[in-house]
């Protein structure tokens, strides 16, 4: 836990959540749900990170198809959850034709992330996709302390104002990360944040041309690529 979370922040944060900013999450589960590109799938899909599964249903809805949600904590509001390591996914090779990981990626530890991304690429099917919501360090205000200018820290701050393991990596070197391991880019949309009261002023002022809000990044599984050891 960040000492400056343990000793300073944390009341004031968990009381800006529960009274204010927990009950904007339908409503950005379903921007993101406006945003998610129209893929052709079939099959079954993998949201891992799922929490307590708000999007998790909403994707399932959008490409009827069935997901199964894994995350480290049970939560009894999805039919098919897996309790599981992101890093170490319980499930055969190319069981699914879509990945999605929602938040995830910075609470995965810098050493771990391309065991998250080999396995991301393990599982999918060849031509599946896998897609990553993803923060932008560079917003002015950091989405995990609600603190300005954070996230132009070194990446070994990030956590000092947060309750767990936060340290977000550039867009750059999320997409050089996942070429790697053999993705290949099909998108990266730009994400605003509509459900904030004041996104029109927002919007007005150019903020989030400026200082995109997040990412959505689309990757696809290559039909032929063969990974190198």
Known sequence: ??????????????????????????ARADYYMCTLPNLE??????????????????????????????????????R???????????????M???????????????????ELYSEAYR?????????????????????HSYLPFIGYLPSQAH??????????????KLLADLKKVGFELMRADILEAPYLPLFRFLSKMQIFRLFPFGYLITMRKSLNFEVSN
């Open 123 to 143: 599982v999918l099917r060849r031509g599946g996709y896998l897609v990553i919501q993803h923060p932008n360090r560079f917003f002015p205000i950091e989405q």
């Open 159 to 172: 956590e000092f104002f947060y309750h767990d393991y936060c340290r977000i990596p550039s867009k750059n």
């Open 1 to 26: 836990m960040g000492k400056g979370y343990k000793f300073a922040y944390s009341k004031p944060k968990e009381w800006f959540w529960t009274t204010y900013l927990s009950k904007l999450m339908p």
């Open 96 to 114: 699914f034709s879509l990945v999605t990981c929602f938040s995830l990626v910075e609470h995965i530890r810098r050493g771990q992330r391309a």
């Open 41 to 78: 799938l079939g099959g079954i899909g993998l949201d891992i990170g799922c929490g307590d599964g708000q999007i998790t249903s909403r994707v399932a809805n959008k490409y009827a198809i069935e997901m199964i949600g894994l995350d480290t904590v049970r939560h009894n509001t999805l």
């Open 80 to 94: 098919a959850y897996v309790l599981g390591d992101a890093t170490r996914l319980p499930f055969k090779d190319e």
